[in-house]
């Protein structure tokens, strides 16, 4: 009943930057946290950045200075921009929602996207 879609992923030289968008749509009442996570090949899947519906954020060291993490509550929208990007941040990256929705009864569920490719590369 959520679907989350993503956008903005590509090809990017290092230094770059890219800005990654995620939409959750369905019969959603509210949504608590929202995230993003990535998975390069060979290697677990990670998480970058988190953010609660109150604004509170945490990131991965590994990006802390260079990724900031948004969300427009109004719109279901969470975005990653991301800069100063490094060969090492090539990965599929996935948004992730903590979500309240109703269906035949309220309940509470998390999803998934479908993943975009980021790529750095010179």
């Known amino acids: 009943q959520v679907q989350l879609v993503e956008s903005g992923g590509g090809l990017v030289q290092p230094g770059g930057s890219l800005r990654l968008s995620c939409a959750a749509s369905g019969n959603i009442i509210s949504i608590n946290h929202m995230g993003w996570y990535r998975q390069a090949p060979g290697k677990e899947r990670e998480l970058v950045a988190a953010?609660?519906?109150?604004?509170?954020?945490n990131y991965a060291d590994s990006v802390k200075g260079r990724f900031t993490i948004s969300r427009d509550n109004a719109k279901n929208t969470v975005y990653l921009q991301m800069n100063s990007l490094k060969p090492e941040d090539t990965a599929v990256y996935y948004c992730n929602a903590d979500v309240v929705l109703v269906a035949q009864y309220v309940y509470r569920d998390e999803y998934w996207g479908q993943g975009t490719q980021v790529t750095v590369s010179s």
């Open positions: 953010v609660t519906s109150g604004g509170s954020t």
